[in-house]
């Protein structure tokens, strides 16, 4: 799943729930607002690992995030996350707070 929803930038997947504002908060806390209303604070170190993603350990790199024509998040050297995977990944982490 992880490869399927990282990654996508520039692909034909449409999204129902797209990231409307987003606010980068290092060392790897994205804050969210979702087209619906719903706001989400999503943790992405994880994906810091991927080679893609190494860039995003530097604070004011990662404080580049933005909003793509999808309604996902990407930065300058390429890497992005569809709006699906980080809808899942915060409602994951409801589920799991509550």
Known sequence: MLLDLVGCRG???ASANRIVQISAVPPSTLK???A???RADVDIRT?????????????????QAQIDEEGGVFWPNGADISPEYLEEVAASSSRAAG
């Open 47 to 63: 994906l810091l690992v991927l080679e893609a993603f190494r860039p995003l350990s530097d604070a004011a790199y990662f404080a």
């Open 36 to 38: 619906d209303g719903n």
């Open 11 to 13: 692909t034909s997947m």
């Open 32 to 34: 969210l607002t979702f």
